[in-house]
């Protein structure tokens, strides 16, 4: 009976042993819970929201790219130089008061160029090297009963051909080659006589669209000139 009461008291010795030493846990969590939550939530930091800071913190961000200013718009497009031509005289005064209705003012000007007109059509025998082998060839004509020929000594590039004929125009030109070939001369051919004529172009500076557009109804008028840029 008394090993029984001394290992009895023993075990309770040793069970409030191990509750005092917080081994079994602690039954006084009410009375430290206070402090843990008082770390956890630092109460010291926390503050009250004004109505205008939770309205701001609510906002969608969508509201704050519709506040982003709009990208600005692409400039219209704008013509630096415009230049239409060559013109002659009597086509060029036309033109002038076809885009007098623009009233572009100093933004229009007009510029000479030297241009090259035919004048008329020869029919000729190409370049033979030499004097010498002009008079051959010219010999060879006289034998074929062509009488008709001049032989081109002056300083150009034809110089030592033979000229059979120039006519005002290339059909009369072609009827004569047709001819020449029926009595045996086939290495005759025909080319344009030019000669130097005066021609305008004209220039447009700063156009918007708009005023390009009737400009080029207006040229349509005049198919045969080119519309270009210019610097």
């Given at each position: 009976?008394?090993?029984?009461?001394?290992?009895?008291?023993?075990?309770?010795?040793?069970?409030?042993?191990?509750?005092?030493?917080?081994?079994?846990?602690?039954?006084?969590?009410?009375?430290?819970?206070?402090?843990?939550?008082?770390?956890?939530?630092?109460?010291?930091?926390?503050?009250?929201?004004?109505?205008?800071?939770?309205?701001?913190?609510?906002?969608?961000?969508?509201?704050?790219?519709?506040?982003?200013?709009?990208?600005?718009?692409?400039?219209?497009?704008?013509?630096?130089?415009?230049?239409?031509?060559?013109?002659?005289?009597?086509?060029?005064?036309?033109?002038?008061?076809q885009v007098a209705a623009l009233g572009l003012g100093d933004r229009q000007s007009r510029r000479n160029v030297a241009g090259q007109d035919i004048s008329s059509y020869m029919v000729y025998i190409p370049p033979q090297g030499s004097k010498e082998g002009a008079d051959r060839k010219a010999g060879e004509l006289k034998q074929l009963g062509v009488t008709n020929y001049f032989i081109m000594n002056e300083s150009s590039?034809?110089?030592?051909?033979?000229?059979?004929?120039?006519?005002?125009?290339?059909?009369?030109?072609?009827?004569?080659?047709?001819?020449?070939?029926?009595?045996?001369?086939?290495?005759?051919?025909?080319?344009?006589?030019?000669?130097?004529?005066?021609?305008?172009?004209?220039?447009?500076?700063?156009?918007?669209?708009?005023?390009?557009?009737?400009?080029?109804?207006?040229?349509?008028?005049?198919?045969?000139?080119?519309?270009?840029?210019?610097?």
């Amino acid at each position: 009976m008394l090993k029984f009461v001394f290992w009895l008291l023993a075990g309770v010795n040793l069970l409030v042993l191990a509750i005092g030493q917080g081994y079994l846990g602690s039954f006084r969590t009410e009375t430290r819970e206070p402090a843990r939550l008082k770390n956890q939530l630092q109460a010291n930091k926390l503050g009250l929201l004004t109505q205008e800071q939770a309205t701001a913190s609510a906002a969608p961000p969508a509201a704050e790219e519709a506040a982003k200013p709009a990208a600005a718009p692409a400039p219209p497009p704008s013509y630096a130089c415009t230049e239409v031509g060559n013109f002659l005289l009597a086509d060029g005064r036309r033109f002038e008061a076809q885009v007098a209705a623009l009233g572009l003012g100093d933004r229009q000007s007009r510029r000479n160029v030297a241009g090259q007109d035919i004048s008329s059509y020869m029919v000729y025998i190409p370049p033979q090297g030499s004097k010498e082998g002009a008079d051959r060839k010219a010999g060879e004509l006289k034998q074929l009963g062509v009488t008709n020929y001049f032989i081109m000594n002056e300083s150009s590039p034809l110089r030592w051909g033979i000229s059979l004929g120039v006519f005002k125009s290339e059909t009369s030109a072609q009827s004569q080659l047709a001819m020449l070939n029926k009595q045996g001369v086939h290495s005759a051919r025909v080319a344009p006589r030019y000669s130097a004529s005066k021609q305008f172009a004209y220039q447009f500076r700063d156009l918007d669209a708009a005023t390009r557009a009737r400009l080029e109804k207006i040229k349509t008028q005049f198919p045969e000139q080119e519309l270009r840029s210019c610097k």
